[in-house]
């Protein structure tokens, strides 16, 4: 196997399609990228190999990973299978598939950690936006590049499960919106609701599955992770937490708010109804008097007079007058108010939003993440980043 450097020399290199890049920690310093892996083991610290792969590196991921001595079946499945959120333990390592967002819609892909004493090797088949921004703080702020792999990879599912979190934060948001227009009876709502039910069920899938895996990796007893490493597992494991409940909360809030429109669909038709019964019963007795005297008799009251269609003129619009007037004590009619009904437009999940991804003691930001779009245009609007703790405390993701 020959890497040749990439266009960014020490950033990352290819193995024919295969892209690598390698990280380096001596456990008290910043992380640094080298082109190769060291041929024995670091004796402090940790070494990262992040490798995207497409369909057909099957044989560039077997050299690299018969060098760590991982199985040789499970690596075959990061490329060519498709897991959900597990963990597995091999002895010498451990397996921990991970979902993560992809950056160009709502949908998840797999990401494969081989864990071993001193290594970590993440593969991937997509571009990913939080790998990069980890990568980028670990080589400037030399607190995140303590401890042992274990605490990485802590680290790293932190990142990926606060990026989950962050789109589940915009989409309450925005679901707060969809409930103001669910009470106007909005006609556009159903549209835009489905669509997002449609891309939460994407995230729905994996949040379980991942919450189990945490937990696994948090009260494990192998002897890769440390008692450091699993309190950042326990960490790690609240904020997958959070994401269950968020994404609970936003299931109830899509009940809510089909239930709110469909309300508003009943009182808007029960308006209807009502006026055109408040028209029907005022039209009636007017048919009535109307039918009376449309009938052909002679001696009928005040045929043969100059005052009799005056008469019952008069006396239509005194019932007119009269019913309108029970109405109104009824209820059944109300005064106009003059005011407008104010609606809120909402945002659409589909707006470009900027989900930031939140390293311990860091203030990075990772590209922005187009939500797909569900009906009409995509607009894009800038959200502030978030700024992380400055204090840089070594206590995994917030």
């Given at each position: 196997?020959?890497?040749?450097?990439?266009?960014?020399?020490?950033?990352?290199?290819?193995?024919?399609?295969?892209?690598?890049?390698?990280?380096?920690?001596?456990g008290c310093g910043?992380?640094?990228?080298?082109?190769?892996?060291?041929?024995?083991?670091?004796?402090?610290?940790?070494?990262?190999?992040?490798i995207r792969v497409g369909g057909d590196d099957t044989t560039e991921l077997m050299a690299v990973s018969e060098k760590l001595r991982l199985d040789a079946l499970a690596v075959r499945d990061a490329v060519e299978d498709v897991d959900l959120p597990k963990v597995d333990d091999f002895g010498h390592h451990l397996l921990v598939v991970l979902h993560a967002l992809r950056d160009d819609e709502i949908g998840t892909y797999q990401l494969h950690c081989f864990l071993t004493e001193r290594h970590l090797l993440t593969v991937r088949r997509e571009h990913s936006p939080s790998l990069n921004a980890l990568r980028e703080q670990l080589q400037n702020r030399p607190e995140l590049a303590s401890g042992g792999p274990d605490e990485l990879l802590a680290r790293l599912a932190d990142v990926l499960n606060r990026r989950l979190l962050s789109v589940l934060e915009l989409c309450e948001d925005h679901l707060d919106d969809l409930l103001e227009r669910a009470v106007g009876a909005d006609d556009t709502l159903l549209g835009e609701l489905a669509g997002v039910r449609r891309s939460l069920a994407q995230i729905r899938r994996v949040v379980h599955p991942q919450r189990e895996a945490l937990d696994d990796l948090r009260t494990s007893t192998s002897g890769l992770i440390t008692d450091a490493g699993r309190r950042r597992f326990s960490d790690v494991f609240d904020v997958a937490a959070r994401v269950g409940s968020e994404l609970e909360s936003a299931r109830t809030a899509m009940s809510e708010i089909l239930e709110a429109y469909r309300?508003?669909?009943?009182?808007?038709?029960?308006?209807?109804?009502?006026?055109?019964?408040?028209?029907?019963?005022?039209?009636l007795p007017l048919a009535l008097v109307v039918g009376y005297f449309g009938m052909n008799f002679d001696n009928l009251p005040g045929l043969g007079t100059d005052w009799g269609w005056v008469a019952v003129t008069g006396g239509m619009v005194a019932i007119a007058a009269v019913s309108l007037g029970v109405f109104l004590k009824w209820g059944w009619i109300r005064r106009p108010s003059g005011r407008k009904e104010r609606m809120t437009l909402g945002r659409a999940l589909t707006e470009a939003a900027r989900a930031p991804t939140q390293v311990v003691g860091t203030a990075c930001e990772i590209s922005t993440l187009p939500l797909r779009a569900t009906a009409g245009r995509v607009s894009r609007r800038p959200m502030d980043a978030q700024e992380m703790d400055p204090q840089g405390q070594d206590t995994g993701m917030r």
């Open positions: 196997m020959n890497p040749t450097p990439s266009d960014q020399p020490g950033e990352g290199m290819n193995v024919n399609s295969m892209e690598l890049r390698i990280l380096r920690s001596d910043p992380a640094t990228p080298i082109e190769h892996l060291p041929p024995t083991p670091p004796s402090a610290g940790w070494v990262w190999l992040d309300s508003a669909e009943a009182r808007r038709a029960t308006a209807a109804i009502l006026v055109l019964t408040v028209y029907a019963a005022i039209m």
